[in-house]
């Protein structure tokens, strides 16, 4: 069955550095997603990006913040200067159709913990 | 605003019980529902979904969930657990725009645990 593969499964980082999350979705879905969860809370939606551009954001999603698909595999989420409250689980989705109605298939995440 | 509320945050059942885990959800129109399950280590994956239709809905690992209106609710159930059901599982509405559905909106996870 197809897979959507997170890379790395934990990172460690120090507060103010940058960080890339790598994901490489399902080879023909065209919509991609990230998801966050703060330990002890709710999975939060972040950013949706469709034909290289971001479809939705969240409040979450600022400036510090941006996703890009450098080349046809890979789908990554950047984060410029690292924060604490940063450290999440983070999960990359993707779709075929832009919809959740056949449920949005989802990696295994990575876990940013910002010291 | 939308939310979802799965009001417990952790429960234990007996291998061969019967497990209901609660969902309630606001949401102005017709809700698109959906059950996610993620075992350690793995991604999140769809158990089941509701959009329209019979209320009662089958999904995999024999798990069903039944859609409320009145109560706005959406409780997943299983007649007998099984040991490898231990996991997290999520409750999630689904957030439309133009008639499709965009983006998931979580609750925060119930955390099954399984007796012997």
């Known amino acids: 069955e197809p897979e959507v593969t997170q890379t790395p499964s934990h990172q460690v980082t120090q507060m103010g550095q940058e960080v890339i999350l790598r994901c490489v979705p399902i080879s023909n879905h065209l919509y991609f997603y990230w998801y966050r969860q703060i330990l002890g809370q709710k999975v939060e939606f972040l950013v949706s990006?469709?034909?290289?551009?971001?479809?939705?954001k969240s409040e979450i999603f600022d400036d510090q913040f941006s996703v890009e698909r450098p080349d046809g595999s890979n789908f990554t989420l950047k984060i410029r200067s690292t924060k604490l409250e940063d450290s999440a689980m983070y999960f990359c989705a993707s779709s075929e159709s832009g919809t959740t109605d056949d449920g949005y298939t989802f990696g295994s995440g990575t876990r940013l913990t910002v010291v | 605003a939308q939310s979802v509320t799965q009001p417990d945050i952790h429960i234990t059942v007996s291998e061969g019980a019967s497990l209901e885990l609660r969902c309630n959800y606001s949401y102005g129109a017709t809700p698109y529902l959906f059950w996610y399950v993620q075992s350690p280590g793995q991604g999140l994956q769809l158990l089941l979904k509701?959009?329209?239709?019979?209320?009662l809905v089958q999904g995999i690992k024999g798990f069903e969930a039944e859609f409320k209106r009145s109560q706005s609710s959406f409780n997943l159930r299983k007649p007998s657990v099984h040991w490898s059901d231990a996991a997290e599982y999520f409750c999630?509405?689904?957030?439309?725009?133009?008639?499709?559905?965009?983006?998931?909106?979580f609750g925060t996870g119930t955390l099954l645990a399984v007796q012997p």
């Open positions: 999630a509405v689904g957030v439309r725009y133009g008639g499709a559905t965009n983006k998931l909106i």
């Open positions: 990006f469709y034909n290289n551009e971001i479809s939705e």
């Open positions: 509701y959009f329209s239709g019979d209320t």
